[in-house]
């Protein structure tokens, strides 16, 4: 079904920078500032190494059956309808974005909890074989749960995470990346069940992956606001 559009988002691959954090999160106004140096050397690492070290900007979303709306081309006097599910459902989204090659990786569960996100965590370890993990994360509490602290602690050699400043979430490259695929499978359409919604997500992240002009390293507003928070 033809599905109206109305996101146009250009993209410029960049050199990679590292985000700014550190293994706990620093509170107060020199957030920023404690968090620099520890993902900075961690980033360099792993871009002087890529054989060896991979570093992952790390989030979770959520779809929704019901669509989101945004803006569409219309006739004039048509107002345009979206046909709503009635009883919504959600599907969450681990995602982790390469800042090396800009790809995304996704993992989709049924919920979002400790024991999900580990399923994700073994997924990166299948996608980076042989590779050291640097994963960029945010404070939510899932990530530190006392699950995943030991399963952490069982595969120090395989993963290290970074932990982003607190109220920084525009620190994180992936967060922007989820509006956009929205934009690319979900936005201003009904999907009859979750399972297609479900399709929809892995095939728009096969295309973006797929497509050079739509592929991320970083956005070229990542950087800038980057180089502001710095």
């Not at 954090?21 to 500032?33: D, T």
């Not at 709503?84 to 919920?111: I, M, W, Y």
């Not at 999907?191 to 892995?202: D, G, H, P, Y």
Request: charged share 25%; proline share 5%; hydrophobic share 35%.
């Amino acid at each position: 079904p033809h599905r109206n559009r109305t996101s146009s988002h250009q993209e410029t691959r960049v050199s990679a920078q590292a985000a700014e954090a550190q293994p706990q999160a620093p509170a107060g106004p020199r957030r920023r500032e404690a968090c620099a140096p520890r993902a900075r050397r961690r980033f360099e690492k792993s871009a002087a190494a890529p054989d060896r070290y991979a570093f992952v900007y790390q989030d979770e979303c959520e779809f929704h059956l019901n669509p989101s709306l945004t803006k569409v081309w219309s006739l004039r006097g048509k107002q345009p309808r979206v046909p709503s599910a009635g009883q919504n459902k959600k599907v969450p989204v681990f995602g982790g974005l390469d800042a090396k090659t800009g790809r995304l990786h996704v993992c989709l569960t049924e919920r979002k909890r400790g024991a999900d996100f580990i399923e994700f965590l073994r997924m990166l370890f299948h996608r980076y074989i042989d590779r050291h993990i640097f994963l960029f994360v945010d404070n939510c509490s899932i990530h530190d749960s006392k699950l995943v602290r030991r399963f952490l602690a069982d595969h120090e050699d395989r993963i290290t995470l970074i932990w982003n400043a607190t109220y920084c979430p525009e620190l994180n490259l992936i967060e922007r990346y989820w509006g956009y695929l929205k934009a690319s499978a979900t936005n201003n359409y009904l999907f009859q069940s979750v399972a297609a919604l479900r399709q929809a997500i892995r095939d728009a992240v096969t295309r973006m992956n797929r497509s050079e002009t739509t592929r991320m390293k970083l956005h070229v507003k990542f950087l800038q606001d980057l180089r502001v928070a710095a």
